[in-house]
């Protein structure tokens, strides 16, 4: 009996999704690090007094550390592995995270973010290479649904962990203590997390199965340490056409983790103790838009449409979803502007999930992790350019109106630009990336 019959005949081992939890949990330990800045801005500028520019450079210091990291990250991690790749990720940003509540200066605290980011731009090139190493082509957006609710499942947690934490025993002591119980997760990923084919969990049904979809076998030495320049990825439009759509999109999903807070304090009168019902809302939306985005275009995948039209019709109706969060700065009553912010939310998850699985749809795995992290590292300079943006119209005008008219906006433009540079979707063959030298 030939290997393929006798993994027909065993029942798979579902490993995979237990990677995925792990992948789920780490992604929300990044999320509530990352939102911790954000619930205590209005503490912290009374204490500390900041204006709403030294927020602004404090976030921009992050996103810049992010943008960089997330170039870097990427290509350490296609060299050195997910696993190991992403236990260094996640030593750096727990420590920095630790840090802040030792910092006392604006220019400090610039510091500590920066550290922060740096660590935390491991977590998405190394998640969606696991997905990639993990799943088949049709179930990667499902999971990469699941994990990425992780980045609305932590702002869960913080407005309910940080405020408690913090009218007790300060807002050191939150940043510390968090950094400490969080590192739990290191452990268990360095005991848990193997490559398929390398796993005693995983039987040979299983791993069938990962191989099944397009062809691929994830054990092939070829493919997993294949060398690729970075002279070559820059020239595919679908490069582009990833890294324009992160540009584009990841600024807003910044813009709910650092301002939303903020705006719910100053134009609907909510303060530390009173942020969570409407915060819990809010990112329960998103969760259920992150793991429904994932699901729908992977059910369309399963139904016989092909990628192409699975993830670009996902992805243009969240787009449309998006326009109403245009008109919440003069909705008065505070539930009907929970429920467009939650709303438009929940599409920018369902979207992300979507976007985040191109890499490993178009790309060879030797390259998913580069490709990611230069995408990354493009919406962390659209996230710099969009905190800077925010920074001066609210010291300026006082108002969110132009913030929201940006948010509403920019998924039809990445949309149209995506689609323009890569209408198909078209696989990008790894002779096509190794082939002359630049």
Known sequence: MSDNQSAALQRASRYRWIIVGLLFTAIAINYIDRQMIGILKPTLEVELGWSEHD??????????????????????????????????????????????????????????????GLGEAGSFPASLKAVSEWFPQKERA????????????????????????TLAFGWRAAFISI?????????????????????PKVNAAELEHIRSSDGEDLALAAEATAKVPWSKLLRQKETWAY???????????WLYLFWLPSFLNKEHGLELATFYPALITIYLLADGGSIGGGWLSSRLIKNGRSPNFA????????????VPIISVQFVSNLWLAVLIIGIAAA????????????????????????????????????????????????????????IFIVAGCTYLVGFAIISLLSPRLAKVPLERLQAEKA
């Open 311 to 322: 993830r670009k019709a996902t992805m243009l109706m969240c787009a449309l979803v998006v």
């Open 179 to 199: 950094g400490i119980i969080t590192s739990v997760w290191l452990i268990a990923w360095l005991i848990m997390y193997r490559r398929p084919h390398e796993h």
């Open 55 to 116: 927020y602004a450079n404090i976030i921009t210091a992050f996103q810049a550390a992010y943008a960089i990291g997330l170039l870097a990250f990427g290509r350490f991690i296609d060299k050195i592995g997910v696993r190991v790749g992403y236990a260094v990720a996640f030593t750096v940003w727990t420590l920095a995270n630790i840090g802040h509540g030792l910092v006392h200066t604006v220019t400090q605290f610039a510091i500590a973010r920066f550290t922060l």
């Open 142 to 165: 499902m999971a990469t649904g699941i994990f990425n609710a992780g980045t609305a499942a932590g702002p869960i947690l913080t407005p309910l962990i940080v405020p408690a934490i």
């Open 243 to 253: 890294a324009l759509g992160k540009f584009l999109t990841d600024p807003i999903w």
């Open 347 to 402: 599409a920018h998850q369902a979207w992300s999930a979507n976007l985040m699985t191109l890499p490993s749809d178009i790309f060879p795995k030797a390259a998913v992790g580069s490709v990611v992290g230069f995408g990354g590292m493009s919406g962390a300079i659209g996230g710099m350019l969009m905190s800077q943006y925010n920074g001066y119209i609210l010291d300026a005008f006082g108002s969110y109106q132009p």
